[in-house]
């Protein structure tokens, strides 16, 4: 009788631990968010250079098979017309991953630079925030590059409109930072991703391989790396930026490049570090690494 007792209570015990640990389980289930819905540009502001918010001049940004796509095919000249789409909601701790080609050819009456040349937007002030005629927005670029045929870039780099990074706690001055990736020609997905965790890190990834890490994101260095260059992003008042220099980058927003060079981007999803971090409530998640209790639910 008493060996059965035992037995009942061993048993007791097993069905608590069980019952105590089924919610921890759930609490490591990575709640990733699509950033495109694959049928149209919801979620996203445009921003064009010379063009109003929310003009799509010359129809730069469409959808396609559910690929979202910057093209040229209604341009006659390039004329300057830089462009970025900006999704609407910023984020500051995060992990994002996306894929990525490159497609036809650049503008004849673009910049050389521009070609086989775009990227992604980091911690980005707001298209609603830029000037009329600002070429880039103030941001952290992960800079993408491909052969042209006549050379072999990295990609997954980083350029730093209007802003500074460290690496090895040394501030690097240099407008672009080149990255150790391998070599992508044109019509070639390539599978992207970066870690941002605030005002801290920031990790570059490409193919699965971190290629580019830096820390302490901060306005400032001028806007390609001199304290005299802000009139070249046609920013008519310097001043306001000039007196953030230093300032931490803790969030902002992301957005696609368009420089034009035709790309395809597809798989836009977004996995949110910040959020309820009280083990008592239902949507508790134990890769929150930032806390934003105000969104706990019980």
């Known amino acids: 009788m008493m060996r059965r007792n035992h037995l009942q209570i061993i048993l007791a015990a097993l069905i608590i631990s069980a019952a105590a640990c089924k919610p921890v389980a759930k609490t490591g289930t990575e709640d990733w968010q699509s950033l495109f819905n694959g049928k149209d540009l919801s979620g996203w502001d445009i921003k064009i250079l010379k063009r109003p918010l929310n003009e799509n001049y010359n129809n730069t940004f469409i959808v396609e098979d559910s690929v ?7 341009y006659q000249k390039f004329d300057d017309h830089f462009g970025h789409l900006y999704y609407q909601t910023p984020f500051s701790y995060y992990k994002l991953q996306l894929q990525y080609r490159f497609v036809g050819k650049h503008m ?4 050389g630079y521009a070609d086989c040349n775009s990227g992604i937007m980091l ?3 707001s298209a609603k925030s830029l000037e009329l005629n600002q070429t880039f927005p103030v941001s952290l670029e992960m800079q993408f590059l491909c052969s042209n045929g006549k050379d072999a870039p990295t990609t997954g780099n980083l350029c730093t409109p209007g802003t500074q990074v460290r690496m090895s706690d040394a501030i690097r001055p240099e407008h672009c930072i080149n990255a150790a990736s391998k070599t992508y020609n044109k019509d070639v997905w390539v599978n992207a991703a970066v870690e941002v965790y605030g005002d801290s890190l920031i990790r570059h990834i490409i193919e699965g391989d971190t290629v580019l890490v830096y820390t302490k994101p901060t306005i400032g260095g001028g806007f ?7 009139s070249m992003a046609h920013i008519t008042d310097s001043l306001p930026w000039i007196n953030k220099a230093g300032s931490r980058l803790t969030e902002g927003y992301i957005a696609l490049q368009a420089e034009s060079q035709p790309i395809d981007f597809k798989n836009l999803k977004l996995l949110d570090l910040v959020g309820c971090m009280d083990t008592k409530a239902s949507n508790y998640k ?3 690494i930032k806390a934003d209790n105000s969104k706990c639910r019980y």
């Open 286 to 288: 134990s890769y929150f």
């Open 108 to 111: 004849a009456d673009a910049p």
């Open 68 to 74: 979202l796509r910057i093209k040229y095919d209604g």
């Open 224 to 230: 390609v790396g001199g304290n005299y260059n802000w």
């Open 123 to 125: 911690h980005s002030q």
